[in-house]
T-cell receptor
C-alpha cells in the first residue's frame, strides 16, 4: 500500500496518560497535515508541516499537544496528560509539492479513546 | 473566522435519482474546494475538486459548481447507486501558504435500492 499510513489504528488510554501517534505520508509528499475528527463532524485542522518545518498550528492545538516531523518524512503527534475531550479520530494527510496544488490524501486515522 | 456551512445534514434518495449537496464559505479569498467521501470506518477519499478560476467541473456521474460571488459551491451526483451511500464533506482552502482545509459538517447520503 503506497498511501498514507498511520499507527496505531486504535488507542485506548486512561485520563492523564501520554499518547503518541505516527503518520507516514506518501513518498515524496513534502506537505503533511494533522486533523482531528469527532463523531458526526468534519475534520478540523490541527497543524501543518512543509518538509520538517511546522508552519501553522491551530488554536485547537493546546500546549498539551506537540507535533514533530524531524527528517521531513514521518510525523508524530503527542498528547500529554490526556483528557476525555481528546477522544476523537486523529487523521493525517499528505500533499505533493505546491506545483501539484492542494490535493490532500488522508490516512486511515488513529482512533483515540480516553477513559 | 474561517467557516464552511454544509446542507443538508442528511439526504435520502431513490436509486437512479440525483443528489445535490450545497456548501457556503466565509473567506472570499478561498481558492480550492475539494469534496471527500467517507464510508463508515474508512478514511476520507477525495472524489472531485474545483479551483477558483473554474465555474464547473464534471467527472462521470459527479459534478461540482462554484459561484465565487455568492461564495457557494455544490456537489451534484446523477444516477445515484447504493454504493454512493456515505458521508460527503465539502471543504475550502483559505488563502494561505499552507493549503489547510476547512471542512463542512458533512452530509449523510442514503441511496435506497
Amino acid at each position: 500500500d503506497t498511501g498514507v499510513s498511520q499507527d496505531p489504528r486504535h488507542k485506548i488510554t486512561k485520563r492523564g496518560q501520554n499518547v503518541t501517534f505516527r503518520c507516514d505520508p506518501i513518498s515524496e509528499h513534502n506537505r503533511l497535515y494533522w486533523y482531528r475528527q469527532t463523531l458526526g463532524q468534519g475534520p478540523e485542522f490541527l497543524t501543518y508541516f512543509q518538509n520538517e518545518a511546522q508552519l501553522e498550528k491551530s488554536r485547537l492545538l493546546s500546549d498539551r499537544f506537540s507535533a514533530e516531523r524531524p527528517k521531513g518524512s514521518f510525523s508524530t503527534l503527542e498528547i500529554q496528560r490526556t483528557e476525555q475531550g481528546d477522544s476523537a479520530m486523529y487523521l493525517c494527510a499528505s500533499s505533493p509539492p505546491r506545483a501539484s496544488f492542494n490535493e490532500q490524501f488522508f490516512g486511515p486515522g488513529t482512533r483515540l479513546t480516553v477513559l | 473566522g474561517e467557516n464552511v456551512e454544509q446542507h443538508p445534514s442528511t439526504l435520502s434518495v431513490q436509486e437512479g435519482d440525483s443528489a445535490v449537496i450545497k456548501c457556503t464559505y466565509s473567506d472570499s479569498a478561498s481558492n480550492y474546494f475539494p469534496w471527500y467521501k467517507q464510508e463508515l470506518g474508512k478514511r476520507p477519499q477525495l472524489i472531485i475538486d474545483i479551483r477558483s478560476n473554474v465555474g464547473e467541473k464534471k467527472d462521470q456521474r459527479i459534478a461540482v459548481t462554484l459561484n465565487k460571488t455568492a461564495k457557494h459551491f455544490s456537489l451534484h451526483i446523477t444516477e445515484t447507486q447504493p454504493e454512493d451511500s456515505a458521508v460527503y464533506f465539502c471543504a475550502a482552502s483559505p488563502f494561505s501558504n499552507t493549503g489547510k482545509l476547512i471542512f463542512g459538517q458533512g452530509t449523510t447520503l442514503q441511496v435506497k435500492p
